[in-house]
């Protein structure tokens, strides 16, 4: 697998600094061992405020990576905020932000969306809700982040003897996260909000003193951590969004016996699905979005 990198709008001064090594002292700072420094980017409110911090001299990262999981599974309001607003601003502080994505072994791109929907995709890679309420592996994030971001690393000097130190924007309000983020040979994980004792409205508020517009929390349009409550958002606000992750459901459902029940995409148990309605398909009943309280069509 390799890793198609785009940086729209990055910050350049010069045609020679395009290249791998001049990256690579961007990230270190000097061309000595010292280790590269990034910043795994996500979009989001944790990241961007690491954005402003860095920006601001109070962490000492230059370099972003933002692992795209594919313009057709990232949400269009994300992708919006950081090509339209992070991207710019890491422009005009000096900042880089690198755009990557998931190239298969054939060289072509691979979006999540493309990986859910392929017939010969042996297990679903989303943390599906199956029949028994009990949430499905998870590999999207390693997959479609964590590797695409290590390809990367690897590619630019980062080795289990200089390992790279990645920056992950994990607030104290998730600090429980933080032993669990799976790590690489490549890299040594740091956790700069949590050193410096930063809670999300903390985040808020860096952003928002740095003139900068605080975004929603950043996700696939079809992450099944989505609260019940975000469906029916989507649902009622963004109905084309709303129509894709049901399409969606639907292809998992169809894609065979992943379980011993039919796999939903929202959270709950078995017995909830992004459908609005009961519906029967093939003997099969299809269940409401939320048993017994579904948002009317239209509402």
């Known amino acids: 697998m390799a890793i198609l990198s785009r940086t729209p709008g990055a910050h350049h001064d010069n045609t020679t600094e395009t290249s791998p090594q001049a990256v690579i002292n961007r990230a270190t700072h000097q ?27 109070e962490i000492d990262f230059r370099t972003f990576l933002f692992a795209n999981v594919g313009d057709d599974s990232e949400y269009p309001v994300t992708l919006a905020y950081v090509r339209d607003i992070a991207i710019p601003y890491a422009t005009r502080v000096g900042l880089d932000i690198h755009e990557l994505n998931r190239r ?11 990986r859910l929907n392929r017939p010969d995709t042996r297990s679903i890679p989303i943390p599906v809700r199956m029949a ?16 695409v971001v290590g390809r990367w690393l690897r590619e630019h000097g980062a080795t289990a003897d200089n390992p790279a130190e990645v920056a992950i924007g994990i607030s104290l309000d998730e600090i429980h996260r933080a032993n669990r983020r799976r790590r690489e040979t490549h890299e040594v994980i740091k ?17 928002a003193e740095a003139g900068l517009p605080v975004l929603p929390k950043s996700s696939c349009l079809f992450c099944p951590f989505r609260t019940v409550d975000a469906w029916r958002h989507q649902r009622r606000h963004e109905p084309e ?7 969606l459901e639907e292809t998992i459902n169809d894609s065979g016996p992943h379980s011993d029940g039919m796999p939903c995409i929202s959270r709950g148990t078995g017995s909830h699905s992004l459908k609005p309605s009961p519906t ?20």
């Open 241 to 247: 969004l709303f129509s894709q992750s049901v399409r």
């Open 191 to 207: 956790y700069p909000l949590l050193d410096l004792g930063l809670r999300p409205d903390d985040c808020e508020r860096v952003i």
């Open 31 to 57: 061309s000595g061992d010292r280790p590269m420094k990034v910043v795994s980017y996500g979009g989001g409110v944790q990241s961007t405020a690491l954005l402003v911090l860095a920006a601001q001299g």
């Open 104 to 114: 298969r072994r054939d060289g072509a791109t691979e979006t999540l969306m493309q």
């Open 280 to 299: 029967r398909t093939q003997g099969k009943s299809t269940p409401m979005m939320t048993r017994g309280h579904a948002t009317p069509a239209g509402a």
């Open 132 to 147: 028994n309420g009990a949430p499905g592996r998870r590999n999207c994030t390693a997959d479609f982040k964590i590797k």
